[in-house]
């Protein structure tokens, strides 16, 4: 703590105190070798089990469970990745999922944003009930309603000429009960990062003769930004990975989505009771590698904060 | 150009008469809304509504020639009387409350972590997620593998590091069976929590710290006074989804355990009930029951998070 | 910056680039094994094909089929021929792999009286389930029945209605490693569950030694269908019942709460305490790769361990299960059968199709392309057959076959299948028989009410 005050005596610019403390030798060690373990321990953590998956896609399937565990594999091979990306059913699979996440993802954003604007920016009666509604929709498990929304989907008489359309066994029907669970979250999300901005940056820009809309356009949206690339990648990868609807609205093959088509996967003697574990995990790495760049591509977004301009000036 | 020449809504405290602007944000407002409620209404109410309905009749899932007919509320009480019903409810309750603390923590410090700057930090954003980028039904069979008592590598590396003395049955054994499956599902759902607890991090301004620095304040002070309050938001709405989805979990209880009957969360009552039984009245009801547990947890966040607005 | 974007293009363009070189790569390189076995001999011809052509030519019909892989493939290959020669066309959507998946969607497709589903692939617990919604076969397959084995043509026959033809079985067998045998002079596999406990015991102390994660006897103990099956072997070969037996529960009896009891003991013993998380595929791990002396699973296992890259290939064969001392052994039934929906549009031709698939032709077929066991037991022992499945030996050919008690309960079997497994495995997890029998069979009575 003395370094700290005599450094602020001494140094004319405010300087955080990380960087006080690093420019001290002692301090420089101290600080940073807790830091590294805990950053080694979370790669560890979080990247294990998807070594063991890479490790197991490149092992032949018949070595898979031997014991002694080989924890690298001794006779690296590519078969598995060739049998699972041979397969035009996988990569139909890999197309139709990611349809079906991007239109979600995008629907929910554009949807969500709008609504988090009214909601976070105006002031109307309602706003709190609405909010909790949209919980609601949430809370009830997705076996309860699949009854129900397999009866829609089917094609449902509603009232008199008008029919519900028949959705079932194409990516209309994932894509709408998907929205059941993103667009709550991304509102709730959404609200509370446009309630957390200040009121000064709309009050100038209605003073230079913004419409609301340009508002929101032009000022709120980018400021969120966080926000968005945030639900928008959650979004995504919720219904990227959705099980249940996927097996219970599609029928042919050439509809599955990647979980489906994963679970789906039959080993060589052809019979169901046998899991060929090789392909399953040289899909996984396969379906997750995408995710991850996707994510490298976008982190700036994701960390980018108020910028010093909008507040300072 | 049209003008809006009044500035913007006002702040909270100052009272307002519902003047002609206020009526015009209202009705914009409403506006804004309209997709997200058509949605909604269009996806969500039905089944919503026939499920409430189903749950007071003996509807079956193979009805075959026999009518459905009204029972009121006879699942109900069944349900209420059912010692499988009370003991899936104190699991799923346990469940919650050990992963959803768990990963909020470490959410937190991984949150705080990829936060401050560091060479690496663009890869460890994107190593954090990987959890969560796998499909949860291929994580967790992947997981029973590695759990497994004869082939498993957690075992392996255990009783090689003398950690273990001998493998663990960790699924089967009754008595390591939940923590088990809750360490798994802690390793699957923090990047969630991560990144939510980030995106919110992220938005509070680099100054504060600044001039807290030059006031003196510890860095521990700093994440007290500063970090905690303007993250209260973030907080509150990562900790309410979470909670809902722990309440809600059937995934990872389904691939490890089955149709055990120890380990019966609320949701895999319900589909054993549906599908497995074909009692759709019951299952329906369990899942009103279901909901109205879920709805006091919201409830509570809700109350706390209101006070602490005031 | 640039060169971070620099670094990020070169990721994206190199995964781009990796991912088309092995599809490339997989294109030309001969495709994988699981094709090459439905090529090897053709599907076979459709007999009285031009007559069917007439009446039924053009119609086209749905066909609810096996998941995706061998299955699928095969019956694609029938499919095809059989539209060839007839004129109907059928479409194969395979089902969903997982069994509850499977059976949800054909109920859902059956309790909105949908027509989207012509034929239907059932599982042998099914039939009592979805009896009212499936055609009766008797009148027009009746006489092709009759070449099927009796218990399974039984088993589908609800209320005297032929409600589903037998496709392939399947039983439970027992595996053992015949060099082990040998190394530990035993002359001939066990015929009684002790014997069997006796032997797993002496042959894992000796391999432990060298092999920490050995096993004596491996099977399923998971809490679900699977369990069942291998319940009704022990109980039913110990001399206990078949769980249910002319519609009462008969569970709770001695001998089944001896033997229960008898193999709970090994569990942490000779048999891994994990058993009771095992499913068919981990049964078929431990022993193909060399850690378990002895295996209960369905024949598709021999295919695995004889195939090339196995451990134990050349050193193991198979035999009927062990019995109680009361008892003979038995082999649970498993395996599908071909229904036709209620509903379908085209009854005439989805039972023309159903004939050809159930016919001994194509149950030879798939008995040489795809290792399923066939259900005419004449078929079962053509030389051909038995040389593509060495497990057809005449004693398991002919081993007594025992179903699950799915026709006492129609659509109550799963409800009455949950207790039975639940139950089950509790006693494999620590609780003696006797404190968990009572229960099920009071359970399995107010069902059957």
């Not at chain 2, 959803?100 to 997620?129: C, D, P, Q, W, Y």
């Not at chain 2, 209880?253 to 759709?280: C, E, H, K, P, W």
Request: include cysteine.
């Amino acid at each position: 703590m003395t370094t700290a005050a005599e450094s602020a005596r001494t140094v004319s610019r405010p300087v955080s105190r990380a960087v006080r403390m690093r420019r001290s030798p002692i301090g420089r060690f101290v600080w940073k070798l807790p830091f590294w373990i805990l950053i080694a321990l979370i790669f560890i953590y979080a990247l294990f089990p998807f070594y063991w998956a890479l490790r197991s896609a490149f092992t032949p399937e018949a070595q898979l469970f031997d014991t002694p565990i080989q924890y690298f594999p001794h006779h690296p091979t590519l078969q598995n990745f060739r049998d699972v990306l041979s397969s035009d059913f996988f990569r139909r699979a890999l197309l139709n999922s990611t349809i079906v996440a991007g239109s979600v993802t995008l629907i929910s954003l554009a949807v969500g944003s709008v609504a988090a604007y009214a909601l976070g920016r105006f002031k109307f009666r309602g706003k709190s009930s609405i909010l909790y509604l949209m919980l609601s929709m949430t809370i009830f498990p997705q076996i309860a309603i699949l009854g129900a929304l397999y009866t829609m989907f089917t094609g449902f008489h509603v009232v008199g000429p008008i029919d519900f359309p028949k959705l079932y066994d194409t990516e209309w029907a994932l894509i709408f009960s998907y929205l059941i669970f993103t667009i709550p979250f991304t509102i709730w999300v959404l609200t509370g990062f446009m309630r957390a901005l200040p009121a000064d940056l709309e009050e100038a820009a209605y003073v230079d003769g913004a419409t609301p809309l340009q508002v929101f356009y032009k000022v709120l949206l980018p400021l969120i930004a966080p926000g968005l690339v945030t639900t928008g990648l959650l979004a995504f990868i919720a219904a990227w990975n959705e099980y249940l609807f996927a097996v219970s609205f599609i029928q042919s093959q050439n509809h599955y989505t990647v979980p489906v088509a994963i679970t789906s996967f039959v080993g060589k003697s052809g019979n169901a009771f046998q899991t060929p574990w090789g392909e399953l995990m040289a899909a996984t790495v396969v379906v997750t590698v995408p995710l991850i760049v996707a994510t490298l591509l976008l982190q700036k977004r994701i960390l980018a904060g108020l910028t010093a301009g909008a507040v300072k000036g | 150009m049209s003008s809006v020449a009044t500035p913007a809504p006002a702040p909270r405290r100052r009272r307002r008469r519902r003047t002609k602007l206020q009526r015009r944000q209202t009705k914009l407002a409403w506006l804004l809304l309209l997709p997200a409620l058509a949605i909604v209404a269009l996806v969500a109410i039905y089944p919503l509504g026939k499920t409430v309905y189903q749950s007071f009749t003996d509807q079956q899932f193979l009805a075959g020639i026999t009518p459905t007919k009204w029972v009121g509320l006879d699942n109900y009480s069944t349900i209420w009387h059912d010692p499988a019903w009370k003991h899936a409810v104190i699991l799923t309750l346990k469940f919650t409350v050990i992963t959803v603390t768990f990963e909020f923590v470490l959410g937190l410090i991984i949150a705080l972590v990829v936060n401050s700057s560091f060479k690496g930090r663009g890869v460890m954003r994107a190593v954090m997620l990987v959890p969560w980028a796998i499909p949860t039904v291929v994580a967790a069979q992947m997981w029973k593998w590695m759990l497994d008592d004869t082939f498993g590598v957690v075992n392996d590396f255990g009783v090689r590091t003398h950690v273990l003395s001998h493998s663990q049955a960790w699924i089967s054994n009754p008595s390591t069976s939940l923590g088990a499956v809750c360490a798994v599902d802690i390793w699957k759902t923090t990047p969630f929590v991560a990144l939510l607890l980030l995106a919110g991090l992220q938005v509070i301004p680099k100054d504060l710290y600044e001039a807290a620095d030059v006031d003196g304040a510890s860095k521990l002070q700093q994440f007290w006074r500063i970090t905690l309050p303007l993250l209260k938001p973030a907080i509150l709405v990562t900790l309410i989804f979470r909670t809902l989805d722990a309440l809600r979990v059937f995934d990872i209880f389904a691939v490890f355990f089955g149709n055990r009957l120890d380990t019966q969360t609320m949701a895999i009552y319900i589909q054993s009930a549906i599908v497995g039984d074909g009692n759709v009245g019951l299952g329906a009801a369990a899942s009103v029951f279901m909901f109205l547990i879920i709805a006091l947890f919201v409830v509570i966040y809700v109350t706390f998070m209101r006070v602490n607005e005031e | 910056m640039k060169h971070r974007r620099l670094l990020v293009l070169a990721g994206v363009v190199g995964a781009v680039a990796l991912v088309t070189s092995l599809s490339v790569a997989a294109a030309s390189s001969d495709k994988p094994a699981r094709t090459h076995q439905a090529a090897a001999i053709a599907a076979p011809k459709v007999p009285n094909a031009a007559a069917i052509k007439k009446k039924y030519g053009g119609q086209k019909i749905t066909f609810v089929g096996d998941s995706v892989g061998n299955g699928h493939v095969r019956d694609v290959a029938l499919a095809k021929r059989f539209s060839k020669d007839t004129g109907i066309k059928v479409t194969v959507n395979p089902h969903p792999a997982a069994s509850d998946q499977s059976y949800s969607q054909l109920a859902r497709a059956f309790s909105s009286k949908s027509s989207s589903i012509d034929v239907a692939m059932i599982d042998v617990v099914w039939p009592g389930a979805f009896a009212p919604y499936l055609v009766n076969l008797k009148p027009k397959l009746g006489k092709q029945s009759k070449l099927h084995a009796a218990g399974i043509v039984q088993n589908d026959t609800i209320g005297g209605k032929l409600v589903a033809m037998p496709w392939f079985g399947d039983y439970g067998i027992l595996y053992y490693r015949t060099d082990l045998l040998k190394k530990y002079n035993y002359k001939a596999p066990p015929t009684t569950w002790n014997q069997l406990f006796a032997m797993a015991k002496k042959i894992q102390d000796g391999e432990q030694k060298t092999n920490s994660n050995f096993a004596g006897f491996v099977f399923q103990g998971n809490s679900y269908e699977g369990l069942t099956c291998n319940a009704l072997e022990w109980i039913a070969s110990a001399g206990g019942g078949h769980m249910i037996d002319n519609g009462k529960a008969t569970i709770n009896n001695a001998k089944a709460a001896t033997i229960l009891d008898a193999i709970r003991a090994q569990v942490g013993k000779t048999t891994p305490r994990g058993v009771t998380s095992y499913q068919e595929d981990q049964t078929e791990h431990a022993f193909d790769s060399g850690d378990a002396a002895f295996a209960r699973n369905w024949p598709y296992q021999y295919g695995i361990g004889a195939g090339a890259g196995s451990k134990v290939k050349g050193k193991f064969s198979v035999t009927t299960l062990p019995h109680g001392a009361a008892g003979k052994p038995v082999g649970t039934v498993g395996g599908w059968q071909l229904a036709v929906s209620k509903f379908s549009k085209h009854k005439d031709a989805a039972i023309e199709f159903v004939r050809y698939m159930t016919s001994p032709a194509v149950e030879k077929f798939d008995a040489i392309t795809n290792s399923n066991v066939p259900t005419i037991p004449s078929v079962a022992k053509d030389k051909a057959v038995v040389k593509a499945n060495p497990y057809l030996k005449p004693a398991i050919a002919s081993v007594a076959r025992v179903t699950r008690p799915a026709k006492f309960l129609g659509t109550h079997y799963n409800e009455a299948s949950k207790v039975i497994y639940q139950g089950i495995n509790q006693i494999l997890n620590g609780t003696p028989a006797k404190n968990v029998l009572p229960g099920v069979q009071s359970k399995l009575n107010q069902i059957l009410k």
